[in-house]
């Protein structure tokens, strides 16, 4: 992760915007009389959009969250496919938003695109994109599930996972893949669908390593009833 000045952080308190009141759907009772027991992890490309979405759906609903993106770079739409505005990793998204609004043509087209809002958004949660690599593996073993929006990114995952060197506590990580378009229409849907999904291994009352695969079962059986999902698991250790 890059280095932050102290302008940086200045201007990311100043930039702070309150948190996006995307609809959380309903908590389980329980949840009001207790912390979260699981900690979750969500991951896209450039933690921006996709993981950006769930990240705040979930602390919306009182979950235990952290995003992460597994590209080299952050990518963000230009004025062309062939002209993608990149950031690195640890990059505030204060200052990615002031880099795509220096000037009235720029942040008429950035906020056009959609992508300004994006910028807004991850501002409004935390100081800058994580990438998912650079993570220390006593932080990355913390988490109980791992949720991945598109099948690359599950296999960048898993493949991560497995090259890493155990820590001391060799614990289980669920790893989920719950395929989702890079666009923001998409990112919203999957949110919620996410926020259902991991909300039903909140509430496993037993061992999860033996209720999360009859939990994702169930789950994508239910949600083929209404439109087609594409569910992937992958238990892991670290």
């Excluded at 909140?202 to 594409?230: C, G, S, W, Y």
Aim: with cysteine; aromatic share 8%.
């Amino acid at each position: 992760m890059g280095d932050h000045s102290d302008d940086d952080e200045d201007r990311f308190q100043r930039s702070r915007l309150p948190r996006p009141s995307t609809p959380p759907g309903v908590p389980p009772p329980s949840s009001r009389t207790r912390d979260c027991k699981l900690s979750f992890g969500v991951v896209c490309s450039s933690n921006i959009n996709r993981s950006m979405e769930a990240h705040v759906v979930f602390s919306n609903a009182g979950l235990n969250v952290t995003s992460y993106g597994t590209g080299t770079t952050v990518r963000l739409p230009g004025r062309s496919a062939m002209e993608p505005r990149v950031f690195k990793f640890g990059t505030p998204y204060a200052q990615m938003y002031d880099s795509l609004a220096v000037t009235a043509e720029d942040e008429a087209f950035f906020q056009h695109n959609g992508v300004l809002q994006l910028c807004k958004r991850g501002a409004a949660v935390k100081l800058a994109p994580q990438r998912w690599q650079d993570t220390p593996s006593e932080m990355i073993s913390g988490h109980d599930i791992v949720v991945a929006f598109e099948e690359r990114i599950f296999d960048a995952v898993v493949e991560d996972l497995q090259m890493r060197e155990p820590t001391e506590a060799f614990a289980p990580i669920h790893v989920i893949c719950l395929d989702t378009k890079d666009n923001p229409h998409e990112a919203k849907i999957q949110g919620r669908v996410a926020l259902e999904l991991c909300w039903l291994m909140e509430q496993a009352k037993n061992d999860l390593l033996v209720e999360a695969p009859l939990i994702l079962e169930e789950f994508e059986e239910e949600r083929m009833k209404h439109t087609q999902i594409k569910v992937l698991y992958q238990l892991c250790y670290l």
